[in-house]
């Protein structure tokens, strides 16, 4: 007989399901959830991105004179400035290493957390491998679905390894996670993945 994905006797953080590596239909299964690779529908901001002319550059200036051979170096390089860029501009604050702790199976830290108004953003930080995790992603985005009131908005993660960034949406009330096929690259794409982010906080 097949073990179980998950022992239901044992403790797991979500950096255990970055390190477990199992099919990730599977495992969002035993938790009541499907998964689904597509393009998800991400709207675009129209705002004028005037106040964030400077990314760019900036990012483009920070890859000259550091090697990205690190999760911390990612994080710090590529992936803060856009996010506190972010914050900075929707006067929101962000949660760095943010704890939850919902079920013996679904608790650990986010690496990034965004909430304005009703609107929420989760990102994870990886060094070099988006698929596990996204799997980890994902697993935070259930923590979440199960934490809050209910609510039929959708909940929003990225996965990026700082030059590569991808979405995942979760539908709260179909219990379904979209992976988006899309990759974004920073420095290349910030202006669209700028416009994705703040359409999400406008919705």
Known sequence: ????????????SFRDYFEMNVPINELLA????????????LARSTIDLTPFVYLKPQ??????YVYLTSETARREVLVAPVIFGLAAFLKTPVQIEYPLNVTNQLKGKIDYYLQRNSNLLIIEAKHDDMTRGFTQLAVELIALDQWLEADDKPLYGIVTMGNAWQFAILDRVTKQICQDIHLYRVPDDVEELLRILLAIFEG
């Open 1 to 12: 007989m097949r073990r179980p994905i998950i022992d239901p006797n044992r403790s797991y």
């Open 59 to 64: 990012l483009e200036n920070h890859l000259q």
């Open 30 to 41: 035993y938790f009541g959830y499907t998964h689904q690779m597509a393009s998800c529908r």
